[in-house]
């Protein structure tokens, strides 16, 4: 079985990304979605600056639209980290990281499995 076909998957959610601005507008949940999604394929090409543009993007984005609290804004907040940690930016992980577990402590609760990966999203970047 072939592996991914990365440039294949980039084409669609670029053109997928401009109809959804074009009907939806650039703050619809599905554009955003679509957005988040376009990052994960450049994040998993290991193409960390086109993902973290997009990142940014939706973050704010979310922020705005959403809240700061809101549990897509928080993944995308923890999405920007890795990418972060991946580049070698452990400090702005380290901080984007610490928001998210403490903003999960209080919304889903300390035992929740997204504080769980929260805090352990830390931790590994608190090893590197």
Same mark, same amino acid.
């Given at each position: 079985m072939p592996g991914p076909l990365w440039s294949d998957a980039e084409a669609l959610y670029s053109v997928l990304l401009?109809?959804?601005?074009?009907?939806?507008?650039?703050d619809h949940p599905d554009t !955003?979605? =679509? &957005?988040? +999604?376009? %990052?994960? $394929?450049y994040?998993?090409?290991g193409?960390?600056?086109? @993902? #973290?543009?997009l990142e940014v993007a939706v973050m704010e984005k979310r922020k705005r639209v959403l809240r700061h609290d809101h549990p897509d804004t !928080?993944? =995308? &907040?923890? +999405?920007? %980290?890795? $990418?972060?940690?991946?580049?070698?930016?452990?400090?702005? @992980? #380290?901080?984007?990281?610490v928001v998210?577990?403490?903003?999960?402590k209080q919304?889903?609760?300390?035992?929740?499995p997204d504080t769980l990966i929260a805090m352990g999203n830390? %931790?590994? $970047?608190y090893r590197e």
């Open positions: 401009e109809k959804r601005k074009l009907v939806l507008g650039d !955003l979605m =679509t &957005m988040s +999604n376009f %990052a994960a $394929t994040w998993s090409q193409h960390w600056k086109k @993902a #973290e543009a !928080l993944e =995308t &907040m923890g +999405n920007l %980290a890795v $990418t972060y940690r991946e580049n070698g930016r452990l400090n702005d @992980a #380290e901080v984007l990281e998210v577990m403490e903003k999960r919304l889903p609760g300390e035992d929740h830390l %931790a590994y $970047t």
